[in-house]
């Protein structure tokens, strides 16, 4: 299912479709990636803690679109990739992990891209095997990972 293909603003009948569509295939978790969009609050509050996305930046900056280009255009030395759980902010969610990317000097807004997205295909499925094996829980806004808190780095932590 994938209603990130409309456009505009969401209206009342497009959230109560989607959200009986996810109520009638039980779906119980929800993975975003390549998801340009708010997730309307209703959504969110049906889905606490329930709710994964793949950013391409490492928040809390650049959050929202074109988080690449955020970055070169701010000058950063390095950007990245953070999964974290979605509240009803932009990218603002619990963090559960996070992989660094240099940016390089010759990079431009696709290079940075591709280079941030070779991560992302890294992180999410192992946080989302995570999240499915039950290993993962809130304290509050803080991630934990077998009821240790997680420091959301990929090195440090198992990798299945």
């Known amino acids: 299912m994938n209603p990130g293909t409309r456009r505009g603003a969401w209206t009342e009948e497009a959230v109560a479709h989607v959200l009986d569509q996810l109520a009638q295939r039980r779906i119980e978790t929800i993975c975003l990636a390549g998801f340009m969009r708010v997730l309307p609050a209703a959504v969110v509050r049906a889905f ?58 010759d990079d431009d807004e696709d290079r940075l891209a591709a280079r941030v997205l070779e991560q992302e295909h890294r992180l999410f499925p192992r946080v989302l095997r995570w999240f499915a094996a039950g290993r993962l829980e809130l304290d509050g806004a803080r991630a934990l990972l077998d009821g240790r808190p997680l420091d959301g780095w990929p090195e440090t932590l198992p990798a299945a």
């Open 48 to 105: 606490p803690s329930r709710i994964l996305n793949i950013h391409p930046s490492l928040l809390p900056s650049f959050p929202g679109l074109h988080a690449p280009r955020q970055a070169l255009r701010a000058g950063a030395k390095v950007s990245g990739c953070t999964v974290h759980f979605v509240d009803e902010g932009v990218d603002t969610g619990p963090m559960l992990l996070q992989a660094a990317v240099p940016v390089l000097p």
